[in-house]
């Protein structure tokens, strides 16, 4: 076959692959409109929520995952919920699933590529690195990422944070 020909068969495929690569897709659908913005403005016992309050036990494992719905019902389920009289719209959701003894599917939309590996136990429970040095700055995040933040979770900048504090920078240290 000649290589005329080969390109002329290949050159729908690449068209088809450039307008769908150019396409923006919506973003995952979520169980709730969930607010970082807004829970991370939240005091709990005085102080204001953080990560760790939610994702509990993230600084011990392999990856932080979502908090179950047990996790959300330690403030949604108490009878007074700030100065409102009524729940939320979100709040209902919250309160509907639990009464169902169901469980939040969340979409995951961040996640390293199965070669990689970056334990939260070795970042935030050893290391105590802050989750925003990696996640970004989850504060001002009023509904979920739609796509997952390149810039943050690249391996230039894991790289440079590991040069930083001196971690490992050896292709094993991080890569199956």
């Given at each position: ?22 396409l923006e ?121 739609r796509v ?13 944070c590991h ?14």
């Amino acid at each position: 076959m000649s290589r005329r020909v080969h390109i002329q068969r290949l050159a729908p495929s690449w068209a088809l692959a450039l307008v769908l690569g150019c396409l923006e897709l919506p973003a995952p659908s979520q169980p709730i409109a969930f607010s970082h913005k807004l829970h991370l403005t939240i005091e709990l016992n005085g102080q204001l929520l953080r990560c760790l309050d939610c994702h509990v036990g993230a600084e011990q494992k392999e990856h932080a995952s979502f908090p179950p719905l047990k996790e959300c019902l330690r403030c949604h389920m108490r009878p007074q919920m700030g100065d409102r009289a009524e729940p939320t719209n979100e709040e209902q959701l919250v309160r509907t699933l639990a009464a169902r003894e169901g469980e939040f599917r969340w979409v995951q939309v961040t996640r390293n590529p199965g070669h990689v590996t970056a334990p939260h136990r070795a970042h935030v429970g050893l290391a105590k690195m802050e989750c925003q040095t990696c996640h970004g700055d989850v504060s001002e995040w009023s509904e979920p990422p739609r796509v997952p933040n390149a810039d943050l979770l690249s391996m230039s900048k894991c790289l440079e944070c590991h040069r930083e504090r001196a971690a490992p920078t050896e292709c094993a240290a991080c890569h199956r």
